[in-house]
């Protein structure tokens, strides 16, 4: 089955431990990205990659940091968590190009106290 | 750069009545739009997309959305809603240039009451 998953879906952790938040997708797409969801702001990206090796920052990149060693694989890295990061978190991918759908994971919401 | 504005935060509709989603965006190029569904405690899924061609798109569920080049709209449209389309809807826009860039309005609740 064609899937992006997230681990962990659910975590609450303390403001300056560091964590991950991994994504895999089995679909061989070039193209993966991570959004943060909130209330009234829609999704936001965060970074996106267009193959491995390649990454580039979205419209909130400030506080995560990201790597793609490998085509199936996307993690989001909090180095030193804070509260205004407490949000829902989507990793997704598709083929390269614009015109393609995108397909998310089930998502990962994150509290931060 | 692009924007995306949807103007209703909620909808609430009787089941079997139509329902109209409401999507503006800016753009200084032009765009593909889309439709994205998000059901509850899930991710999100393609409903529809324009690319090029004929200005309204249907999706397999009864969903239609119409592009509007002169109003800068592609609002969401179903004559007749059911229970199961509660969910929360997102408009969203992508340059058709090279570019990667996808984004998304802030969301429309829609919520089917028996």
């Known amino acids: 089955e064609a899937q992006v998953t997230q681990n962990p879906r659910y975590l609450i952790t303390v403001t300056g431990k560091k964590l991950t938040v991994t994504c895999s997708q089995n679909m061989n797409h070039e193209y993966m990205s991570w959004y943060r969801q909130d209330p009234g702001l829609g999704l936001r990206q965060i970074y996106y990659s267009m193959n491995v090796e390649v990454t580039d920052k979205g419209d909130v990149p400030e506080g995560y940091k990201v790597s793609r060693k490998e085509k199936r694989n996307f993690p989001l890295i909090l180095e030193s968590p804070s509260p205004n990061q407490t949000s829902l978190y989507f990793c997704a991918s598709r083929r390269q190009g614009n015109t393609g759908e995108l397909f998310f994971g089930e998502g990962s919401r994150l509290t931060v106290l | 750069a692009q924007s995306v504005t949807q103007l209703d935060s909620q909808v609430p509709v009787f089941e079997e009545a139509p329902v109209e989603l409401r999507c503006n965006y800016s753009s200084s190029v032009s765009v593909y739009l889309f439709w994205y569904v998000q059901y509850p405690n899930q991710g999100l899924q393609l409903l529809l997309k324009?690319?090029?061609?004929?200005?309204l798109v249907e999706s397999i569920n009864g969903f239609e959305a119409e592009f509007n080049k002169s109003q800068t709209s592609f609002h969401l449209r179903k004559p007749s809603v059911h229970i199961s389309d509660t969910a929360e809807y997102f408009c969203?826009?992508?340059?058709?240039?090279?570019?990667?860039?996808?984004?998304f309005g802030g969301g429309t609740r829609l919520m089917v009451k028996p």
């Open positions: 324009y690319l090029s061609g004929s200005t």
């Open positions: 969203a826009v992508s340059p058709n240039n090279a570019g990667n860039m996808l984004t």
